[in-house]
């Protein structure tokens, strides 16, 4: 199972989200559970291929606690009941410590490596180092804790210390980000003071604009590019 | 410019496989712009080329979430197709870097249209039908689907390397300001780098200007 659930999302859809992926990471439990009723093994697995949602990685902790149900012999409604409660939760989440702290501080951490002269090897290997070092942990851990738990399952992700995890990592990615970006216009080259002021406004309209940046520096290089072909002779 | 045969192969895997790992498998971020960009460089035989497309690209796609059913770019297929592209260009040639840094942020939302393709496609194919299912079913259309992304991200890959790579050979006879490229590019990195604290929190202002200190000291001794 621990295996399959690197494949969770492997047929995601807007119609069941993951729910094909969960039951494919379920299939080696059901049919342990089930290996003298190939009726029921059918059943579970249609069920479990319904509707569902999760962070890929807290995908395991769902499946992990869904097997012990099905196990314990869990009525079908009250598995149904759990996989509603919980996938708001595990999704909600896995979002914010992964997607929006852990992994922008260790790409930010890559970055900063790279532009302070360390070779590319190095910085990728302490990106992908530090990145699944969480990842791998969350995956693990959540399939042996909602084996252990079952039901129980939300006291564990209560205690679990997402929540600071994600504030250290939030720290350190926001100090990152003003290294990089300093170094970022380092690399532009020493065009004196005018550009020192450039790289000041960009840092200021970056931190402005957030995310739409993106759309900012996509137009801002296309029309570079364009002025640079109109314009080649011009001092 | 278009990479000899086997290597297009190469990179068309290489361009598939981080598909892959972007959502389908695996998820250990292989298929982040810079380490896809830098594993791309090295297989076309420009190592550098391809660590300086992805860093700019990296800065870039820093703040993408890929949250739930949001629309976000695809940046592994499209570094890849990038820095393939742009390991044949001369190393000086800072408008084959400006074009193959523009090209790949096409690249990446169209490769980000596939995937809303593919999973509107998955809702049709992927999903068994209601009621009981057999295990093996189950498992016969989750791969199937697993294998239709590889062929989307390779397919996104090579149509990525072949444009590009015909749009660079075209570059040599056009007149172009080299001047601005580089600063303009650093510019932009470095407000895309900036435009992280966001995801951070604005409260987080004092540690982010305490890394700026740094990285100024740094430039200063350097």
Redesign the interface.
């Known amino acids: 199972m621990l295996l399959r659930s690197?494949?969770v999302?492997?047929?995601?859809?807007?119609?069941?989200?993951i729910?094909?992926?969960l039951?494919?990471v379920l299939?080696p439990a059901?049919?342990h559970v089930y290996r003298d009723d190939p009726?029921r093994?059918?059943?579970a697995?249609?069920r479990h291929?319904?509707l569902f949602?999760a962070h890929?990685?807290l995908a395991a902790l769902a499946a992990g606690a869904i097997a012990r149900l099905e196990a314990d012999g869990v009525p079908p409604e009250t598995v149904a009941r759990f996989k509603a409660a919980v996938r708001g939760s595990l999704?909600s989440m896995g979002?914010r410590l992964v997607?929006?702290?852990w992994?922008?501080?260790?790409?930010?951490l890559?970055?900063a490596l790279?532009?302070?002269g360390a070779g590319?090897w190095i910085?990728?290997a302490a990106?992908?180092v530090a990145?699944?070092a969480l990842?791998l942990w969350m995956r693990a851990w959540g399939l042996d804790a909602g084996w252990r738990e079952g039901l129980q399952v939300a006291r564990t992700l209560r205690e679990a210390p997402f929540e600071r995890l994600g504030e250290r990592a939030?720290?350190a990615?926001?100090?990152?980000?003003?290294?990089?970006?300093?170094?970022?216009?380092?690399?532009?080259?020493d065009?004196g003071w005018p550009?020192a002021v450039?790289?000041l406004a960009?840092?200021?309209?970056?931190?402005a604009?957030?995310?739409r940046?993106?759309w900012?520096?996509?137009a801002?290089?296309?029309a570079?590019?364009a002025?640079?072909?109109v314009?080649?002779?011009?001092p | 410019m278009i990479p000899e045969l086997p290597t297009l192969l190469l990179l068309g895997l290489l361009g598939g496989l981080l598909a892959l790992d972007a959502t389908a498998v695996g998820q250990f971020m292989l298929s982040r712009p810079l380490i896809a960009a830098g594993l791309a460089g090295m297989l076309a035989g420009n190592p550098e080329g391809g660590i300086v497309v992805g860093v700019l690209l990296e800065a870039i796609h820093l703040a993408v979430l890929p949250v739930g059913a949001a629309r976000y770019p695809e940046a592994g297929p499209a570094a890849v197709a990038a820095a393939g592209a742009f390991a044949g260009a001369p190393a000086s040639s800072q408008v084959a870097l400006l074009v193959s840094v523009v090209f790949m942020l096409g690249c990446g939302w169209l490769g980000g249209r596939s995937v809303e393709w593919m999973r509107r496609t998955n809702a049709r194919t992927a999903v068994p039908p209601e009621g009981p299912v057999d295990a093996g079913t189950v498992e016969r259309l989750h791969l199937r689907a697993i294998g239709l992304d590889f062929v989307r991200g390779a397919v996104v890959t090579l149509a990525g390397l072949l444009v590009l790579g015909t749009i660079l050979e075209t570059l040599g006879w056009i007149p172009f300001r080299q001047q601005w490229t580089r600063p303009a590019l650093a510019l932009c990195a470095a407000a895309a780098l900036a435009s992280s604290l966001r995801l951070f929190g604005r409260r987080r202002m004092p540690l982010f200007a305490a890394g700026a200190a740094a990285g100024v000291l740094l430039l200063w001794l350097r």
Not at chain 1, 9 to 17: A, D, I, K, P, V
Not at chain 1, 103 to 108: S, V
Not at chain 1, 176 to 188: D, H, I, N, Q, R
Not at chain 1, 202 to 207: Q, V
């Open positions: 690197f494949a999302q492997g047929s995601w859809n807007y119609r069941t989200l729910g094909t992926g039951a494919f299939v059901l049919r009726a093994l059918r059943q697995v249609g291929a319904e949602n890929p990685y999704g979002d997607w929006l702290m992994r922008p501080a260790c790409a930010l890559m970055v790279l532009l302070a590319w910085a990728a990106f992908l990145y699944n990842h939030g720290d990615g926001a100090v990152l980000s003003g290294f990089s970006a300093v170094l970022a216009v380092g690399w532009g080259g065009h550009y450039l790289g960009a840092l200021a309209a970056g931190i604009l957030g995310p940046i993106r900012v520096a996509a801002a290089l296309t570079l590019l002025a640079g072909v314009l080649p002779n011009n």
